[in-house]
């Protein structure tokens, strides 16, 4: 059965440090993956998504992940960190359905704290 | 462009009442999708539907229906409402035809249910 890990339920990390948020997949096929972001009082925002290609992706806000097959990861990256990417982080990966990859499995998220 | 619209924004319920909650998304999506958020869980999917007229059970489903009369709605109902559905409830839709948005669900901000 498809799954995703997020071993780390909470994150601190001070403004202007690097970031690494970590996410394990299990899935029989190539998958599909995404990490969204959750602002306190808001819904998903999609930051960046893998489906094929180049295994390091580009997002918005500055992030990146990298898709590493051999290691089943897709782990999410920033070089600096601002205040206001305190938020929740999930990675999910796409299960395919009716012909596509459109039915989500998500991880149980990692939430991040930012010290200024 | 609105995107996905989620109504009502909060409900506080009693032990067996019954409510809607409505999804409406502007964008022509072929999918559209019912989640529950619980802490420490992630999202888990209630129900999906893969065209109008047509509803799936999720991952949980049970003490929920769905109905989708229309293409661009989607509706949750709760029957007789448990304090076990207390939750953080999301809509997404997602196309299928249009090959840029294939694969990516878009989020509503999200219903926050308290049953007493």
């Known amino acids: 059965a498809q799954s995703v890990t997020q071993p780390d339920i909470h994150i601190t990390v001070s403004e202007g440090a690097s970031l690494e948020l970590r996410c394990n997949y299990s899935?029989?096929?190539?998958?599909?993956l995404f990490w969204y972001v959750q602002s306190p009082g808001q819904g998903l925002q999609l930051l960046l998504k893998?489906?094929?290609?180049?295994?390091l992706v580009q997002g918005i806000k500055g992030f990146e992940a990298e898709f590493k097959r051999s290691q089943s990861s897709f782990n999410l990256r920033k070089p600096s960190v601002h205040w206001s990417d305190a938020a929740e982080y999930f990675c999910?990966?796409?299960?395919?359905?009716?012909?596509?990859?459109?039915?989500?499995?998500f991880g149980a998220g990692t939430r991040l704290a930012v010290h200024p | 462009n609105a995107g996905v619209t989620q109504t009502p924004k909060f409900r506080v319920l009693k032990t067996g009442q019954s409510m809607t909650l409505l999804c409406a998304q502007d964008?022509?999506?072929?999918?559209m999708y019912w989640y529950r958020q619980d802490p420490g869980m992630g999202l888990r999917l209630i129900h999906y539907?893969?065209?109008?007229?047509?509803?799936a059970k999720g991952e949980v489903p049970d003490g929920y229906n769905v109905s989708r009369l229309k293409k661009q709605n989607f509706l949750l109902g709760l029957e007789s409402a448990a304090p076990s559905q207390t939750s953080v409830y999301f809509c997404?839709?997602?196309?299928?035809?249009?090959?840029?948005?294939?694969?990516?669900?878009?989020f509503g901000a999200g219903t926050r249910l308290s049953v007493l």
């Open positions: 999910a990966v796409g299960s395919q359905f009716s012909g596509g990859y459109n039915k989500l499995i």
């Open positions: 899935y029989g096929a190539t998958p599909y």
């Open positions: 539907s893969v065209g109008e007229g047509t509803t």
């Open positions: 997404a839709s997602t196309a299928v035809l249009v090959a840029k948005d294939k694969n990516i669900q878009y």
């Open positions: 964008m022509n999506h072929e999918y």
């Open positions: 893998y489906f094929s290609g180049d295994t």
